[in-house]
């Protein structure tokens, strides 16, 4: 069975799609994709000997070696040009998803799906995305084990410079409240019109963040300080606002 964060997943897979996961660890999405008939041939990519083993491993375990391809290399180093349909990227930060994303770009031809969790830093793979000519199709937010997670789907469309711009553009809550797109990356543009409480949960907890550090900037009577003390308390003021609509 599948953990929560791992299922989310699995679910947004195209019933019999040809995948390829990078930074499979013990490969048990691509297993479970193949066994369940979500894809039909999967590659599990993986850049450290300690988890490419324990791919390689489970993958015989499952005796799936003919539909799974486990492979050593840096992110989509692994898979050829036109190979897959669907790539999923789990459990690293956004930063790193970028980067694996942006390095190996010319293997994305023929790639219809994008599955991307990242831990933290999930603005930067909305804005790659739209810079990209990738569509945010569906944002899906879960909590498992006290830890929150984003699931972000993004689809290859040749419109998806429209309707990004559409999905991206100043949007105004409770009337007054206006969220510009630097908001919308950070929090997410789907999250934001239907947030949920595990939403509200993870910005309450953002806020708590901010604030300590806030409070720690305070204790500094440098000039800088001073600066990213008042950046920092306009990025509360403005996260409490949105929250304020929610409830
Ligand atoms: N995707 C699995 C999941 O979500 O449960 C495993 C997540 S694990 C925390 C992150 C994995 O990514 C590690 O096994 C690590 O070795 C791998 N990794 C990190 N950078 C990578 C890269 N550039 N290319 C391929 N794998 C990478």
């Not at 459990?91 to 998803?97: H, Q, S, T, V, Y």
């Not at 770009?105 to 990242?118: A, E, F, M």
């Amino acid at each position: 069975k599948l953990s929560a964060r791992l299922q989310v997943i699995a679910d947004e897979l195209s019933l019999g799609c040809r995948m390829a996961d990078i930074g499979s660890d013990h490969a048990l999405l691509p297993v479970y994709a193949v066994k369940n008939g979500k894809a039909s041939y999967a590659v599990a990519g993986e850049v450290n000997d300690g988890p490419y083993e324990a791919a390689r491993r489970q993958v015989a375990e499952a005796g799936e070696h003919s539909r799974i391809s486990v492979r050593k290399g840096d992110g989509l180093a692994v898979i050829r040009p036109g190979e897959v349909d669907t790539i999923t990227i789990a459990g690293m930060g956004g930063a790193l998803i970028v980067s694996i994303l942006a390095s190996g770009i010319d293997k994305l031809t023929g790639v219809k799906r994008l599955v991307l969790q990242p831990n933290v830093g999930e603005e930067f793979v909305r804005n790659w995305l739209i810079e990209n000519g990738w569509y945010l199709e569906k944002e899906q937010i879960l909590e498992e084990d006290g830890k929150i997670y984003e699931v972000l789907t993004a689809i290859s469309d040749p419109g998806a410079e429209a309707l990004n711009k559409q999905l991206y553009q100043d949007k105004t809550m409770d009337g007054s409240i206006v969220i510009n797109k630097p908001l919308l990356l950070r929090i997410g543009p789907r999250f934001i019109m239907n947030p949920s409480p595990i939403l509200l949960k993870k910005w309450q907890g953002e806020i708590a963040k901010l604030e300590k550090i806030c409070r720690q900037v305070a204790l500094s009577d440098q000039e800088a300080s001073r600066e990213r003390e008042n950046e920092f308390r306009q990025e509360i003021e403005q996260l409490k606002e949105v929250l304020a609509c929610w409830q």
